[in-house]
């Protein structure tokens, strides 16, 4: 079932969607070569109990950890370690979850570590992209396969390919509720959107082909070609107008539309 939410509990939403904006902020400005993904895991943690709030990830289906930090060619579910530390050149992407009175936040972004590869800033940008250009087809009237299709047709024009194993959700006092957001399709298909929805679209995109594997630790999702991959996500609120970014970060860290 999917659920429409008031205007209230937007409002809450909106609260918690602010807090893990924040946290990625944060998160952005300590990614340096040399830190660990610990070290932003334990930030990120401290960040989110300090606002009265729950991590989203921590303890989820067994998930030992705050954020998801995922390397180069790590597409999501990167486990946070000590001995992961960030190198000159590399990316990352953070997905940070949180709970607040009850309601959900999600995002992520994908990050250079110092100066990076031309093909690589070409990656995350074309993949930010898409996620925009997803999010302005949340509106009410359209279909959730209208969301995915902007993702696809911009991602392929660049020669990029998405991932089709994982997709975006519906969030709201659960983290992950109906409908699910494929980042692919044809346009005109699935559930109509309708006002009060709240959706976390999230584009996955590798270099290579769009084929990954998941490792011997049950969470890591990695390209088979060990490709780069770029994340990206919103959490996003259809509304009678324009959609609502419940996720949006009051400093940009990366290039906007």
């Not at 959900?104 to 690589?120: H, K, M, N, R, W």
């Not at 998941?214 to 780069?228: H, I, N, Q």
Request: proline content about 5%; overall charge negative; aromatic content about 6%.
């Amino acid at each position: 079932m999917i659920v429409c939410r008031s205007a209230a509990e937007l409002e809450q939403m909106r609260e918690a969607g602010r807090l893990v904006g924040e946290v990625l902020t944060e998160l952005a400005a300590a990614v340096t070569p040399g830190v660990s993904t610990a070290d932003l895991d334990e930030l990120a943690e401290k960040r989110i109990r300090q606002a009265g709030a729950t991590p989203a990830f921590k303890g989820y289906h067994g998930y030992p950890a705050t954020i998801c930090a995922s390397i180069n060619d790590e597409v999501i579910h990167g486990i946070p370690s000590g001995r992961r530390v960030l190198n000159e050149g590399d990316i990352i992407s953070i997905d940070v979850g949180a709970s607040l009175d009850g309601y959900f936040g999600d995002s992520a972004l994908t990050l250079p570590v110092g100066q990076i590869s031309e093909s690589a800033a070409a990656l995350l940008r074309v993949t930010e992209e898409a996620l925009y250009k997803a999010i302005d087809e949340a509106k009410a009237g359209k279909r959730v396969s209208d969301i995915g299709h902007a993702v696809q047709k911009h991602v392929e024009a660049y020669g990029f390919s998405v991932v089709r194993e994982f997709v975006g959700h519906g969030i709201g006092q659960r983290m992950h509720e109906e409908p699910q957001i494929p980042n692919y399709g044809e346009p005109g298909h699935g559930p109509r959107l309708a006002e009060g929805m709240v959706l976390a679209i999230e584009p996955m995109v590798n270099a290579g082909t769009a084929a990954v594997k998941v490792l011997a630790d049950g969470w890591t999702a990695v390209t088979r070609d060990k490709s780069l991959s770029a994340h990206f996500e919103h959490t996003v609120a259809v509304t009678a107008g324009e959609p609502w970014i419940l996720t949006a970060r009051d400093v940009p860290v990366s290039a906007r539309r």
